[in-house]
């Protein structure tokens, strides 16, 4: 028994070091991979119908912003930048990998710009993805905060599914947009956790 603790708990190793090593870089619009901490746009993938993502007062709330797609404007996306629970040691972004997403502007409502999933509106039963997550720490307490970017067809999409905690209990949706939620002047798209998801891709700021 001696012997085959150790020799399991070395199998066990190999066998995660050899997943981590099948995870394929995430790609942008240039086929270069996508690096943390830099700049980058997030992008639907039929570009010819809107901008990219952005924040938005939306549901006749002042506060939280919530993460919108505009469909109509092209110059109020806002970039983000890309930051792993665990690095790896050229600073690629990996797909299937818990994340942050996080982005570079300044809000009245809160200091963080993390996206996170919010509480559950239950007159839509929806959950919507707003800002005010913690950056960084995995654990129970930061769940909401944690997405990954998963290969979609030839695409990309946005995905809730943490396993940064081993007990806790998460539910395991695409990130989608919703053209019910609409301001009158800047027509959007709002996006919430559900089944359809929005096909996405990725441009260097």
Same mark, same amino acid.
């Given at each position: ?40 746009? &997030? ?10 993502? /952005? ?40 797909? /299937? ?10 809000? /009245?409502?809160?200091?963080?710009? &993390? ?73 959007? /798209? ?16």
């Amino acid at each position: 028994m001696k012997i085959l603790l150790p020799f399991l708990s070395f199998l066990l190793l190999a066998f995660c070091l050899v997943q981590a090593d099948n995870q394929q870089p995430v790609l942008d619009m240039s086929h270069k991979e996508l690096q943390m901490g830099t700049d980058y746009f &997030i992008l639907p993938y039929n570009v010819t119908y809107g901008g990219g993502l /952005s924040l938005a007062a939306t549901r006749g709330k002042t506060c939280p912003l919530e993460v919108v797609l505009h469909v109509e404007r092209y110059d109020d996306e806002i970039p983000v930048t890309f930051l792993p629970a665990v690095t790896t040691k050229d600073g690629v972004v990996l797909e /299937s990998t818990d994340l942050n997403i996080k982005f570079k502007t300044k809000t /009245s409502c809160t200091k963080s710009t &993390i996206m996170k999933v919010d509480n559950y509106d239950r007159s839509r039963k929806r959950y919507y993805l707003t800002v005010g997550g913690v950056e960084g720490n995995p654990g129970y307490k930061t769940i909401k905060n944690w997405f990954k970017i998963e290969k979609y067809n030839d695409n990309y999409k946005l995905m809730y599914c943490p396993t940064i905690c081993e007990f806790c209990k998460v539910i395991c949706k695409n990130v989608g947009a919703y053209d019910d939620v609409y301001d009158d002047t800047i027509p959007y /798209s709002v996006f919430a956790l559900r089944a359809e998801p929005q096909m996405v891709m990725f441009r260097k700021a």
